[in-house]
Nanobody
């Protein structure tokens, strides 16, 4: 089992920045890929960014490319999502997730409780 705890959400004005953190504990060797997902009210959950924990390859949704950066601190077993140039459409609940296999969104089986990000215009 893997436990994931997100932090760093909050309210910010458009153009601002936030950094989300996801601390992992438990049987963390199952973490082959870590990812951030988000879900806005009335919308489907979407994959935002993923990172292979061993190779470091990263993937981003087109909507966040150039603005968001996913990174990891292996020693701290923590994954980060640096969000710059935030837009009102980035408003959502953000979830950290872990996959024991690939970075395909359907492979993520471990989820955190989420942290709210609200961007005002």
């Amino acid at each position: 089992q893997v436990q994931l705890v997100e932090s760093g959400g909050g309210s910010v004005q458009a153009g601002g920045s936030l950094r989300l953190s996801c601390a992992a504990s438990g049987y963390i060797d199952v973490r082959n890929c870590m990812g951030w997902f988000r879900q806005a009210p009335g919308k489907e959950r979407e994959a935002v960014a993923q990172i292979y924990t061993r190779g470091g390859s990263t993937y981003y949704a087109d909507s966040v490319k150039g603005r968001f950066t996913i990174s990891q601190d292996s020693a701290k077993k923590t994954v980060y999502l640096q969000m710059n140039s935030l837009k009102p459409e980035d408003t959502a609940m953000y979830y950290c997730a872990a996959s024991s296999s690939s970075c395909r969104p359907s492979d993520f089986g471990y989820w955190g409780q989420g942290t709210q990000v609200t961007v005002s215009s």
